[in-house]
Every structure is written in C-alpha cells, then in structure tokens.
C-alpha cells in the first residue's frame, strides 16, 4: 500500500476520534446530569472505561499474538501519556479547580502503588505473572466498587436537576450520540494505530519502544480528544477523572487480562529504565495532588508535560 494512502488513513483516524469524542463528552455530561452523578465520578467510571477499550484491544490482541512487549509498552506508555501529556496539557489550559481532593488522592496514589508493586514482582520473577494478572483484575473489580459507592452517597444528598431535558426525543438523540460517537472513536484510535505501526515497523523499531510511544499516543488519543473537548466545554473534572480512571484501568484491566491470556516479560530494560521512568511521572502528580490546594498549578502542568518530552527523547536515544 502506498505511503500517502497509509497517511491519508491515519488522518482520517484523527477526523473520527475529534468528531467522535466531542458526541461522546455531550453525552455523558447528560448522562451525568440526569443521574446526579459528579463530573469527577462519570470521568472516572463511564468516560475512562469506554476510552480504554482501545488500549485493552490492542494489549489483548498484542497478547494472543505472543507479542507481550507490545501490550505492556502499549498499557504502561498510556499512563505515561495520559499523566504527563494529556493531564499535563489539562492543568496547563484550565487550571482545574480541586472541589473534592479525597477521590483524587485515592486515585493518584492507586496508580503509583499499583507500578510499585508490578515492579516488585518483575524484580523477582521477570515477568508479570498469571497470579499477578489475577490480582490486577480483582483491583479492577475494586475500582469499579469503589466509584460506584462514591456515586451512589451522592445521589442521597444530590437534588435532582429540573433543568434536564429526559424528554423521548433527548433521550434517543443523547444514546444515539453516546454510541455513535464511542464508535467514531474507537474506530479512530484504531486506524491511527493500524497504519501508525505499518510506518513504524518499517524502521525496524523495537516493540516495546512502538508500545510506549506510537501506539501508546494513539491508544490514549481517545483520552486526549475527550480531555481537550472537556476542558473547552469548561467541565474539566471530567478530564482529571477520565485520566486517573484510565490509568488505574490500564494497569489492572488491561495488563491483567493481558498477562492472564500470556504472562508478560519484563526485560532488563524495561525494569531498571520504562517501568521506573513511568513510576517517576506518576509519582509527580501524587505530589501535586498532595500539595495543591484549590487549583493544580500551571507549573505541576509545565512539569509533567516536560518529564513526557524527556521520556521520548531518551526512549528515541535508546534506539539502536
């Protein structure tokens, strides 16, 4: 296939992700709406398990194909990528207030005890094992409870908003665009990856290194896009809880499943440079969340964004 048609394809998978997440945040402010349920809460359920459905495609395919450096450069370069780019590029643009710090510290933290304890495990065994795969699914199952608990204390203290339209009408044009819309962006995600790695592959460029940054980018696209179009709508909350959600889920749900259908290895390489450095980004946030008071500081924003920048220079220097 020509290379220009390769590139028209990947931007048609670009077109497809902003027209398909700008329907899919409408939707899901509705949603929110008529549920009572906080922006923080529908980001960290709803929006980051159906924009982390690209990621757990291309792990668990990655996966079946034997490939496992791809799935765990595909899963943890996405928590790079979603923390330090897109989170980064969130706290620079908007400044997102902090109403409920509690849920972001829990988050934050799961996210960097979670890596802590896959290295653990990779120290002694050099893999993520089976049983560890387990382990992550189970803490899946957690999150999920714990987030659908926080929900449902809400709605007990939450009046119910008049203002919603719950007409028939509403309702079929707020599904339609909710599914439409996750389509265009899974469909998106997955074109951009496709035709993104036929050109990566072409320069002979190691699996975990396409992992953690083509197919990591354009597996985190559907976060990025649902993060820029929620900031411009000024419902930033949705944002913070897309991102942490979708990074405990790529951690748990993604790697599980993947190290369930193979245990993953994890080589010198990954263990003592990816795994750490992605460990390091993640720990900043914890930081800012810890320390900040009512607003993240555009300096934490400017921080992360430069720590990802560091990461895929030194990852392209690796190269070779």
């Known amino acids: 296939m020509p290379v220009v048609v390769l590139f028209l394809l990947f931007i048609l998978g670009l077109v497809l992700i902003i027209i398909g997440s700008d329907w899919f945040v409408d939707s899901t402010i509705w949603i929110a709406k008529v549920l009572r349920i906080p922006d923080l809460i529908i980001g960290a359920t709803l929006v980051s398990i159906c924009t982390t459905l690209p990621e757990l495609l291309v792990s668990t395919g990655s996966a079946l194909n034997g490939d496992t450096s791809m799935a765990l450069g595909n899963a943890a370069g996405s928590v790079a990528c979603n923390t330090a780019l897109i989170l ?15 849920p972001l510290k829990i988050k934050s933290l799961s996210v ?19 049983g560890l795969g387990i382990v992550l699914l189970a803490m899946t199952g957690l999150f999920i409870y714990y987030n659908y608990s926080e ?93 942490f959600g979708a990074n405990i889920l790529n951690l748990t749900l993604v790697l599980g499943t993947s190290a369930i259908i193979k245990p993953i290895v994890l080589t010198r390489e990954i263990l003592t440079f990816h795994l750490p450095v992605i460990l390091g980004i993640t720990l900043i946030i914890v930081a800012g969340t810890f320390l900040a008071k009512k607003k993240y500081p555009r300096l934490l924003g400017i921080t992360l964004l430069l720590s990802y920048i560091g990461y895929m220079i030194a990852t392209a220097l690796t190269i070779g």
């Not at 899974?186 to 790695?197: H, K, S």
Request: no cysteine; charged share 15%; proline share 2%.
């Open 88 to 102: 980064g590029t969130a706290i620079i643009f908007s400044t997102p207030n902090l109403y409920n710090k509690k």
């Open 112 to 130: 960097s005890l979670t890596l802590i304890m896959i290295l653990a495990v990779g120290y002694f065994t050099g893999f993520i094992t089976r």
């Open 151 to 243: 929900a449902k204390a809400h709605r007990k203290i939450t009046e119910k908003d008049t203002t919603v339209d719950v007409s028939r009408k509403n309702i079929i044009k707020s599904t339609a665009l909710f599914i439409i819309g996750l389509a265009f962006t899974i469909a998106g995600a997955r074109l951009m990856v496709v035709y993104g790695l036929k050109i990566a592959y072409a320069l002979n460029v190691p699996s975990i290194i396409i992992g953690v940054t083509m197919t990591a980018l354009g597996t985190s696209l559907p976060e990025l896009m649902t993060s820029i179009t929620a900031i411009r709508k000024k419902v930033s909350a949705i944002s913070i809880g897309n991102i």
